[in-house]
């Protein structure tokens, strides 16, 4: 059977008193979209930081292809690209620019490819302008393709539609399926779940550090409505919710 792409074994963070991740379990699989889902301070964002070797795991493991994930240790980290919900770029440089000095990390990247993940996400002609004046979802696309200019094998989205209009959300849903196909794995955590339903391939559910529900989109649906009937009978429905 083939190394998951990722793997996160037994994965725990403690911030003093508050338990952020209890005892997480989860595989995605090679060539996969697995959705990771969860409402506000379920813990998504402590995952994502011990994937990517940001923060140091009280307990547990994070594998990226069978190869240990730390602060200390990242070299499997070089086969991953990411996206978080606020990329970060310097504003007085072009999109371009931008692209170029983050190239400089990685030896086999160069200005051909800069331009292959500017035409990818449809920058081109916005290539050469500052980024202050590019608009959220210009912001976004190029920060996929900044996740995507070393080639990376495994993407690691964490709300790739925040901000962006109805047209935006379904030019990055495109995008995505577009990404899965060419044969990207991808974990996405996202609060849209109309989105994810349409995307993924399988889902998992986070509440409150523990993973509540997995399994494929398909089978998790059987029954329901749509995504949200499923995540509100997991996570418990608030107040004033849908019936």
């Known amino acids: 059977m083939d190394t998951p792409a990722l793997r996160l074994t037994d994965l725990t963070k403690r911030f003093g008193a508050v338990l952020a991740l209890d005892h997480l379990h989860l595989e995605v699989r090679r060539g996969e979209c697995l959705g990771f889902l969860g ?62 000095l983050l190239a400089r ?16 996400m449809g920058l081109t ?52 399926r577009n990404l899965k196909a060419h044969g990207y794995t991808i974990f996405l955590s996202s609060h849209l779940l109309h989105e994810v339903e349409q995307v993924c391939d399988r889902v998992g559910i986070l509440h409150h550090g523990r993973l509540l529900a997995v399994g494929q989109v398909a089978d998790l649906l059987r029954g329901k409505r749509d995504l949200e009937e499923v995540f509100l009978e997991t996570v418990g429905q608030p107040d004033g919710g849908r019936k």
């Open 39 to 100: 409402p506000n301070g379920a813990g998504k964002t402590t995952t994502i930081g011990l994937i990517l070797g940001l923060l140091h795991p009280t307990a547990g493991r994070v594998e990226v292809f069978g190869r240990p994930v730390t602060p200390r240790q990242q070299a499997a980290l070089r086969q991953v690209g990411a996206l978080t919900a606020a990329p970060g770029f310097y504003p007085y440089l072009s999109g371009r620019d931008n692209l170029r």
């Open 105 to 120: 990390l990685y030896p086999e990247v160069d200005d051909r490819r800069v331009e292959e993940v500017l035409a990818e």
């Open 125 to 176: 002609q916005a290539a050469g302008r500052k980024v202050k004046g590019y608009s959220t979802g210009m912001k976004q696309r190029l920060g996929l393709a900044a996740a995507l200019l070393h080639r990376p094998a495994l993407l690691v989205l964490d709300e790739p539609t925040n901000g962006l209009d109805p047209v935006g959300m379904a030019e990055m849903r495109e995008r995505l």
